[in-house]
């Protein structure tokens, strides 16, 4: 029965672990895949299955990421041992064969079996082992001590073998340890007990099943030359099939009791353990499955359930985090293509859509690069063969162009593995990126910054309040769209801010100077400038935060449809010199700041702008300003800023519903009525004496070109006959002939 379940790694660890020098480089891209998809989903989902009917659950698809289940201890301790706990059976296979001979042989001496049960500790720590420890084992990756030598010996006793296969295994000579009776004794005995258990009918199954698994493997790696008739397998292959599949019964029980009685979230399986989430264990959990494992079955009856400490976790000091291609780091990398092309994938790729290579950095996430170029650019990049020669028994170096190769070993732009994406785009959370598509967002960079509760951040708050004119519900709003863009930069808030206020009053500092210090600089854009924003070039793409400095009616009227798409859309056209046009994801919010009356055409019902007038008391006040930009160069002030609006509670804020009234936009909604009835609205609130008085065509169309030009509206200059037959409809205009003449008249309506 197919087993599935959840790990919840550390989500801050998997952003940048696999780049830890202690993980091996032919194990980096799994670690990466599995952080990959633990930072995209929250969680790994893993499934496990048998190889055969009998024997371990297995991880099903470790071929292209890492689970739990088969990682490097010290890497399982980082990732997990802030989220989960460890549980695992004490001396799981001893306690196992102890229980399975006492149940089958009752009468069978397990004297030394039961003393090692019962006092491993001791009986390891008093073992004679004079060769020096700690030592590093390449095979295992880490630093091996004694007591870990000891306890293999006895790992390979259990299973059938001897203290020379120990030896052998970890190149121990004679005279490098001392072997006590007990070993003595305690060989001979696991002898005798994997003879008796190996032949016992009732384990006839496993054993069949195991053989069966085991021709399978050899006629798939060797073929027609594999010889079944020659087939003899050790029965320590047959004694540890037979306990990994006693071993996984008991943990699959226990897993199902956690869930079903315990309602303990169980996340990995560990073979003779598993793991559990944190944040649902209970103090009396360990005591609740000892007591069920005691009833299930006596095979089971010396197995012992603890929280097992995590293995030490890595150091994250030494994390190397390479910010960009350096052609010293390529040169200092181990001098194969497999680890040059590896070092040289951190930072390009091939992109399908538009064609072109791209190279990243840090200051600058996509340089695309147009085919030729870029081979132009590496031709310089070599790696080298070695190889002996068969005649001389001497080493060959060969200096290979890494990009090209040559006829009998092809470069990386031919190598069919190589890196490559459908198409580059930005998906900040909560926006999930496919596989296929190279996600160029990254964190924050306050991030980097240490969180002090502590810090003082009254002065921030303080700005705040004169940018909503100390209107309270505008300042709670304001705050909740600064919120949201930290919180969900993913998703649009599809409405744009609005500040007015005068010269020098620091109408532009919340969003250029503070956003800047909490999202950086490669997520902002600032200009005055709003054919950047609308041109045919302009690149938007990958920005969080637009700000448009001191907008003018006569940029932005004309633009006016332009300007509301901007504002919803969910995507843009991207035209870069030289690279095919193509779409991008769109969440960038916008914040114009102005100190004209009217800057953009705001109509009835509008719902893509929030509008605020400032106070301006602070207005050049160098003691104050200079106060504020002290607070927005200090990370540690902006980074308890940032938490303040991480902690804001938005879940049932709505953008567009929940913006408080205001008058400057009232007054904007006012100026910007259909231009022929503000018109006619104007000569009758301004002038009396135009009541009843006669007007040509050609003097009320004067008339209005002098009155818009006062509007600050921008260019609008309709022909004279188009005005005339739009303002005649309008109430307050009666339009009539007198001696074949045409003249328009205002009437007080």
């Given at each position: ?5 959840t ?8 952003k ?17 895949a599995y952080?990959d ?33 088969v990682?490097?201890?010290?890497l ?6 802030n989220?989960?706990?460890?549980i ?7 306690c196992?064969?102890l229980?399975?001979?006492e ?14 049960t019962?006092?491993?500790e001791?009986?390891i720590n008093?073992?004679?082992l004079?060769k ?10 880490e630093?091996v ?31 490098d340890y001392?072997i006590s ?8 005995e ?16 496993n ?15 060797y073929?027609?030359?594999y010889d079944?008739?020659?087939?003899n397998i050790?029965?320590?292959?047959i004694?540890?099939s037979?306990?990994q ?7 699959a ?7 079903t009685e ?10 003779d353990?598993?793991q ?15 007591e ?6 006596d ?13 030490e976790?890595?150091d ?6 390479n ?13 194969t293509?497999?680890?040059?092309r ?8 091939k992109?399908?859509?538009?064609p ?6 840090e200051?600058?996430?996509?340089q695309y ?7 132009s ?6 790696h080298?063969k ?6 001389t028994n001497?080493?060959?170096t060969?200096e290979?162009?890494?990009l090209?190769?040559n ?7 031919k190598?069919?593995d190589?890196?490559t994406?459908?198409r ?8 999930k ?5 190279y ?9 980097k910054?240490t ?13 705040f309040?004169?940018?909503s004119n ?7 709003y ?6 949201h863009?930290?919180?969900k ?22 969003g250029?100077d ?19 924003l609308?041109g045919?070039?302009?690149?938007t793409?990958g ?6 400095n ?8 004309n ?5 509301k798409?901007?504002?919803t ?11 095919d ?5 769109a ?10 009356e ?5 109509e009835?019902g509008?719902?893509r702008?929030?509008?605020?007038s ?5 207005k ?26 991480m902690?804001?509670d938005?879940d049932l ?5 929940d ?14 009525k ?10 009758l609130?301004n ?10 065509g ?17 260019e609008?200059?309709p022909?004279q006959?188009?005005?005339l037959?739009?303002?005649?409809k309008r ?15 205002f009437i007080?309506?």
């Amino acid at each position: 029965m197919p087993l599935q379940l959840t790990e919840y790694p550390d989500l801050d660890l998997c952003k940048n672990i696999y780049k830890h020098i202690e993980i091996w480089s032919q194990d980096k891209q799994k670690v990466k895949a599995y952080c990959d998809e633990a930072l995209q989903n929250g969680s790994v989902k893993v499934s496990y299955e048998t190889k055969g009917t009998v024997g371990r659950f297995y991880p099903t698809n470790i071929k292209q990421r890492l689970t739990a289940t088969v990682m490097w201890r010290r890497l399982r301790a980082s990732l997990f041992s802030n989220t989960e706990y460890d549980i695992d059976i004490v001396n799981c296979h001893a306690c196992l064969m102890l229980g399975l001979v006492e149940k089958l042989y009752p009468n069978f001496d397990v004297k030394c079996l039961k003393q090692y049960t019962e006092n491993r500790e001791k009986i390891i720590n008093d073992f004679d082992l004079k060769k020096s420890c700690p030592f590093y084992s390449k095979d295992k990756g880490e630093t091996v001590t004694k007591k870990d030598i000891v306890k293999s010996l006895f790992n390979i006793m259990l299973y059938g073998g001897t203290v020379k296969t120990w030896a052998k295994e970890f190149n121990l000579l004679s005279s490098d340890y001392e072997i006590s009776q007990f070993v003595t004794d305690f060989q001979t005995e696991i002898q005798a007990i994997v003879t008796v258990i190996t032949c016992n009918q009732l384990m006839k199954q496993n054993k069949n099943e195991y053989c069966k698994y085991y021709i399978e493997q050899k006629r798939t790696k060797y073929g027609d030359k594999y010889d079944e008739e020659k087939l003899n397998i050790a029965s320590r292959k047959i004694i540890a099939s037979i306990l990994q599949d006693f071993e996984r019964q008991l943990i699959a029980k226990v897993i199902k009791y956690c869930g079903t009685e315990l309602k303990t979230t169980v996340t990995a399986y560990c073979y003779d353990g598993f793991q559990v989430l944190q944040k649902n264990f209970k103090p009396e959990f360990i005591d609740n499955i000892n007591e069920y494992v005691s009833e299930i079955d006596d095979y089971f009856k010396y197995c012992k359930f603890i929280v097992k400490d995590f293995a030490e976790p890595l150091d994250m000091s030494k994390i190397v985090d390479n910010k960009h291609f350096n052609m010293i780091d390529y040169k200092c990398t181990e001098d194969t293509y497999e680890t040059k092309r590896q070092y040289f994938e951190n930072f390009h790729f091939k992109l399908y859509n538009p064609p072109c290579m791209v190279k990243t950095s840090e200051s600058e996430p996509c340089q695309y690069i147009k085919m030729n170029l870029f081979g132009s650019m590496y031709s310089n990049l070599y790696h080298t063969k070695r190889w002996i020669d068969k005649k001389t028994n001497e080493e060959r170096t060969q200096e290979i162009s890494f990009l090209n190769g040559n006829k009998k070993e092809p470069g990386w732009v031919k190598d069919p593995d190589m890196r490559t994406y459908e198409r580059v785009d930005t998906f900040p959370p909560p926006l999930k990126c496919a596989s296929n598509i190279y996600n160029d967002w990254s964190e924050f960079p306050i991030l980097k910054t240490t969180l002090d509760n502590t810090a003082d951040t009254s002065i921030i708050y303080k700005h705040f309040d004169l940018v909503s004119n100390n209107d309270e519900n505008v300042k709670n709003y304001l705050l909740n769209w600064f919120a949201h863009m930290v919180q969900k930069p993913g998703i649009k808030s599809r409405v744009a801010l609005l500040i007015h206020g005068e010269q020098g009053s620091g109408k532009s500092t919340i969003g250029e100077d503070l956003m800047t210090a909490i999202i950086g600089k490669t997520k902002m854009m600032v200009t005055d400038k709003i054919d950047l924003l609308l041109g045919r070039f302009a690149d938007t793409r990958g920005k969080l935060l637009v700000c448009l400095n001191e907008a003018k009616g006569k940029d932005t009227f004309n633009v006016d449809n332009l300007l509301k798409d901007y504002i919803t859309r969910a995507t843009c056209e991207v035209e870069k010199k030289g690279i095919d046009a193509f779409t991008a994801t769109a969440f960038d919010r916008l914040i114009f700041t102005t100190n004209n009356e009217n800057p953009v055409p705001l109509e009835e019902g509008d719902r893509r702008w929030f509008v605020v007038s400032m106070d301006n008391s602070m207005k050049n006040n160098m003691e104050y300003f200079n106060a504020l930009h002290k607070a927005f160069e200090n990370s540690i002030v902006m980074r308890k800023f940032y938490q303040e609006l991480m902690d804001r509670d938005i879940d049932l804020w709505d953008p567009i519903n929940d913006r408080p009234k205001s008058e400057m936009a009232e007054s904007m909604i006012e100026m910007n009525k259909d231009p022929y009835t503000c018109f006619v609205a104007f000569m009758l609130e301004n002038y009396e004496e135009v009541i009843g008085k006669q007007y040509s065509g050609r003097d009320l169309y004067q008339k209005f070109n002098e009155f818009w030009t006062t509007t600050g509206r921008g260019e609008f200059k309709p022909n004279q006959t188009k005005f005339l037959e739009m303002v005649k409809k309008r109430k307050g205009v009666v339009f009539t002939r007198i001696a074949n003449k045409r003249v328009y008249k205002f009437i007080d309506s």
